[in-house]
Every structure is written in structure tokens, then in C-alpha cells.
């Protein structure tokens, strides 16, 4: 199976930035695509980006030229640069792998006030 462990959220204000980070442990090998999700009160769990074993980067329109996800092999590790942030950007951001498994990390609150 494959541990996830979120860190890096708080409170920020609007057009500031944050980096998210996701630890990932156990059968790491297993891994194809690691991924961001986040989930507003009352909303339902939504897509933000993801990247492939060969880092190729996807977006949701949302958060595109915004946010920037990456991978550090070496420490198994996966981050959310995300800049320019906005209000609406509120909520619980989730780490997601998928492969052999799928694992979810416990989520990390970010918090933009305007």
C-alpha cells in the first residue's frame, strides 16, 4: 500500500502563495500518477493537477498559469506551488496516488482571505 502525508496549507491572503507538500511512503514503485484535489464547504471533491511517472503536468482550467505541480523522485515527494491565490481557492487540498493502489492523504487546510 502507499502512505501519503500532506503538509505546507494555512492562511494567506489573496495574490499570495503557498507550496503544498505530499510525502509519499510504502510501495512507492506502485505509484503511475500522483495528483491534487481540494474540497470547498459544502462542495464536492474537485481535481486541481496531477503528474505522471514521466512528469508530464496537467491542470484543471481553474487553477491553470497559477499553480505548478512537481515531483522529487529522490525524496518521494510531490509539491503544489500556488501563487496568485484567490478567495475561492479555500478548502481542504488532498494528495492522491494512483497505480496499484489508490491512496488519499489526510488533507491540509488552505485558508486565502481577501
Known amino acids: 500500500q502507499v502512505q501519503l502525508v500532506e503538509s505546507g496549507g494555512g492562511l494567506v491572503q489573496a495574490g499570495g502563495s503557498l507550496r503544498l507538500s505530499c510525502a509519499a511512503s510504502?510501495?512507492?514503485?506502485?505509484?503511475?500518477?500522483m495528483g491534487w484535489y481540494r474540497q470547498a464547504p459544502g462542495k464536492q471533491r474537485e481535481w486541481v493537477a496531477g503528474i505522471t511517472r514521466d512528469a508530464t503536468t496537467l491542470y484543471a482550467d481553474s487553477v491553470k498559469g497559477r499553480f505548478t505541480i512537481s515531483r522529487d523522485n529522490a525524496k518521494n515527494t510531490v509539491y503544489l506551488q500556488m501563487s496568485s491565490l484567490k478567495p475561492e481557492d479555500t478548502a481542504v487540498y488532498y494528495c492522491?496516488?494512483?497505480?496499484?493502489?489508490?491512496?488519499w492523504g489526510q488533507g491540509t487546510q488552505v485558508t486565502v482571505s481577501s
Open positions: 492522491n496516488s494512483r497505480g496499484a493502489y489508490i491512496s
Open positions: 510504502g510501495s512507492i514503485f506502485s505509484i503511475n500518477t
